[in-house]
């Protein structure tokens, strides 16, 4: 047939690409962000140098992570975790930055975490990882 709709799960992952999609370019923003902090020595780099190295390779570990679930491999959701508790770690160990405030640059990384976990007709995106 010329006109098929697609099954309930492709719609749920054409939706995960999507932010994934999204993800990955707000990584690579991040990422080059990052690195002009450093190469440049800026004053951030100055005063916290450790935190502006973990905050890239946090980043970087999110971009491979997402890279990684993009083409469904199991070890993409445990980079894009330790990545995003990297960056929340290092977030919250500034003085000036509430709770909430901490979980900037990983909100994309909790929709994709859920958007992975969510069933849908029994069977979730988790699910069609382990399988493969």
């Excluded at 707000?26 to 440049?40: A, D, E, K, V």
């Excluded at 951030?44 to 491999?73: A, K, M, V």
């Amino acid at each position: 047939m010329i006109f098929t709709f697609p099954k309930p799960n492709d719609s749920l992952n054409f939706l995960l690409k999507i932010i994934l999609t999204v993800s990955i370019i707000y990584s690579f923003i991040s990422l080059f962000s990052y690195l002009n902090i450093i190469l440049t020595t800026h004053d951030f780099y100055t005063l916290y140098p450790l935190e502006s190295i973990l905050l890239l390779i946090g980043t970087l570990f999110i971009l491979t992570g997402n890279f990684l679930i993009f083409i469904l491999r199991k070890s993409g959701f445990w980079l894009s975790l330790i990545g995003a508790l990297i960056v929340i770690f290092i977030n919250i160990s500034f003085d000036g930055i509430d709770f909430f405030q901490s979980f900037y640059g990983v909100e994309f990384q909790f929709l994709v975490f859920f958007l992975m976990i969510y069933k849908r007709n029994g069977i979730s995106t988790w699910d069609i990882i382990y399988k493969n």
